[in-house]
């Protein structure tokens, strides 16, 4: 992969990321909650809106989707 493709490839990732992260943001987490969360793949943003529109206490919530 020339650096080229590979700078392309990390803005991406950091797009989606970023995304990720103002999703969370809108849904109440606070910023560094929403930032790591938007950081890791294997949580689902949905569930992890879902779990405070249901009322769990964010604290829960972290720990359930880390």
């Not at 930032?35 to 009322?55: S, T, W």
């Amino acid at each position: 992969m020339s650096p080229a493709e590979l700078a392309a490839k990390v803005t991406e990732h950091d797009s989606v990321r970023r995304w990720r992260s103002e999703q969370l943001q809108l849904a109440g987490y606070p910023p560094f909650d929403a930032l790591v969360l938007g950081r890791r793949r294997e949580v689902d943003i949905h569930r992890a809106k879902a779990l405070l529109r249901n009322g769990c206490p964010i604290p829960t919530a972290l720990r359930i989707l880390i």
